[in-house]
């Protein structure tokens, strides 16, 4: 699962190296408004880009309201990159009991300059959970469950 989609970079490269046929959740607004590498998200591109990926589904829309459209008892693994700690952690309280032993959670953003609150909001979080958080030196975080 990748919350937080924007163009499917990331997913894309997860979908060729790993070769799943396992469901992949894909949620993003993808509503035009916002930018990624300086051209708008078009939702008409994402559908195409990943209308070869038969396991894939597109929850296109805001969090928290997309969640529901996830239709899975169990997580192995989420990508959260979603530039802000209230969706971030919407998503996270949703899906953790989804989450099986051992599941992997990337947070993109944890380490990085300018997303402190993220930081402190996942910080709580995983002393709530008492789980680690690794940073990675790539300025992410790294969750096991």
Same mark, same amino acid.
């Given at each position: 699962?990748?919350?937080?989609? @924007? $163009? &499917?970079?990331?997913?894309? /490269?997860?979908?060729?190296?790993?070769?799943? =046929?396992?469901? +992949?959740?894909?949620? %993003?607004?993808?509503?035009?408004?916002?930018?990624?590498?300086?051209?708008?998200?078009?939702?008409?591109?994402?559908?195409?880009?990943?209308?070869?990926?038969?396991?894939?589904?597109? @929850? $296109? &829309?805001?969090?928290?309201? /997309?969640?529901?459209?996830?239709?899975?008892? =169990?997580?192995? +693994?989420?990508?959260? %990159?979603?530039?802000?700690?209230?969706?971030?952690?919407?998503?996270?309280?949703?899906?953790?009991?989804?989450?099986?032993?051992?599941?992997?959670?990337?947070?993109?953003?944890?380490?990085?300059? &300018?997303?402190?609150?993220?930081?402190?909001?996942?910080?709580?979080?995983?002393?709530?959970?008492?789980?680690?958080?690794?940073?990675?030196?790539?300025?992410?975080?790294?969750?096991?469950?």
């Amino acid at each position: 699962m990748e919350c937080g989609t @924007a $163009k &499917g970079f990331c997913a894309k /490269t997860i979908l060729e190296y790993t070769k799943t =046929k396992k469901k +992949f959740f894909l949620l %993003d607004k993808w509503d035009g408004l916002e930018k990624y590498c300086d051209r708008y998200v078009d939702f008409a591109e994402i559908e195409e880009t990943f209308s070869r990926y038969p396991n894939v589904n597109l @929850a $296109k &829309g805001t969090i928290p309201e /997309t969640l529901k459209h996830v239709n899975t008892d =169990k997580i192995a +693994f989420i990508h959260m %990159d979603l530039n802000s700690a209230e969706p971030e952690m919407a998503a996270i309280n949703y899906f953790w009991d989804k989450l099986v032993p051992n599941a992997i959670i990337v947070l993109d953003d944890y380490g990085h300059p &300018g997303f402190e609150e993220q930081r402190y909001a996942w910080d709580r979080f995983a002393q709530e959970k008492n789980v680690n958080i690794l940073c990675l030196p790539t300025g992410q975080g790294l969750i096991l469950k």
